[in-house]
T-cell receptor, first 113, second 115 residues
Framework: KAGVTQTPRYLIKTRGQQVTLSCSPISGHRSVSWYQQTPGQGLQFLFEYFSETQRNKGNFPGRFSGRQFSNSRSEMNVSTLELGDSALYLC????????????FGSGTRLTVV | DQQVKQNSPSLSVQEGRISILNCDYTNSMFDYFLWYKKYPAEGPTFLISISSIKDKNEDGRFTVFLNKSAKHLSLHIVPSQPGDSAVYFCAAPTRGGGSQGNLIFGKGTKLSVKP
C-alpha cells in the first residue's frame, strides 16, 4: 500500500514569504502529525490532526499552522518565514488510538534564504 | 528540558559485531518507547518498540532492553551489517489533548558499520 506522501520534496523561499506543505497519509489513517527536524534541535513536534481537528500542538510560534481535510490529507503553513525555519519538515500518519507505529513521509526540505 | 536523551552522537562498529545504542529518559510517566532508523533524505522508519511492562523485546537482529529503575533503554543490533548504517532515534509518546500523543525524540545516534 502507498506510504505517506509529502510534497514538494524541496523548496527554497525568501525571508518574509509564506509556504504551504502538503501531506497525504496512508489510506485509512486518520491521524496526521507534523515534525520539524533541524541539526541543533533534532526532531520536534509541531501539531497533530485527527478527523480535521487539531488535537495537540507543540511549542512553536503562531506563524506555524496546519489543517486537515475530510480525506485526511493535511497541510501546514508557515507565514513570515525566518532563516531559522530552514529545516526538514516531516509528516507522520498513524492508524489511531493504541497504535504507536507512526509512519513517516520522506519530508520536505525547506531552505529560507 | 530534554526528556529523551541520546548522549552518543555517533558510534562506529565492525561488520558482524554487536551495536549497542543507548537512550535515557527523565519522565517516569512514559510507558512506551520506540526506535526509529533514518537514512539521509528519507523520513524515519519504525524499527522496534517496547512497552514499560516488559524489559525486553526482540525482532530478528534487533533487541530493545528497558531498565525502568534506571530510566534507560538500549537497542542491540546483532550482527551489525553495513546496511544498518543510519541515524537511530529513540522516542517516547506523550499524551496530550486526548490523543495518543506526540512523539518526543532523542537527538539521534549516527551508527556507522564498517565492512
Amino acid at each position: 500500500k502507498a506510504g505517506v506522501t509529502q510534497t514538494p520534496r524541496y523548496l527554497i523561499k525568501t525571508r518574509g514569504q509564506q509556504v504551504t506543505l502538503s501531506c497525504s497519509p496512508i489510506s485509512g489513517h486518520r491521524s496526521v502529525s507534523w515534525y520539524q527536524q533541524t541539526p541543533g534541535q533534532g526532531l520536534q513536534f509541531l501539531f497533530e490532526y485527527f478527523s480535521e481537528t487539531q488535537r495537540n500542538k507543540g511549542n512553536f510560534p503562531g506563524r506555524f499552522s496546519g489543517r486537515q481535510f475530510s480525506n485526511s490529507r493535511s497541510e501546514m503553513n508557515v507565514s513570515t518565514l525566518e532563516l531559522g525555519d530552514s529545516a526538514l519538515y516531516l509528516c507522520a500518519s498513524s492508524g489511531g488510538r493504541g497504535t504507536y507505529g507512526y509512519t513517516f513521509g520522506s519530508g520536505t526540505r525547506l531552505t529560507v534564504v | 528540558d530534554q526528556q529523551v536523551k541520546q548522549n552518543s552522537p555517533s558510534l562506529s562498529v565492525q561488520e558482524g559485531r554487536i551495536s549497542i545504542l543507548n537512550c535515557d529518559y527523565t519522565n517516569s510517566m512514559f510507558d512506551y518507547f520506540l526506535w526509529y532508523k533514518k537514512y539521509p533524505a528519507e523520513g524515519p522508519t519504525f524499527l522496534i518498540s517496547i512497552s514499560s511492562i516488559k524489559d525486553k523485546n526482540e525482532d530478528g537482529r534487533f533487541t530493545v532492553f528497558l531498565n525502568k529503575s534506571a530510566k534507560h533503554l538500549s537497542l542491540h543490533i546483532v550482527p551489525s551489517q553495513p546496511g544498518d548504517s543510519a541515524v537511530y532515534f529513540c522516542a517516547a509518546p506523550t499524551r496530550g489533548g486526548g490523543s495518543q500523543g506526540n512523539l518526543i525524540f532523542g537527538k539521534g545516534t549516527k551508527l556507522s558499520v564498517k565492512p
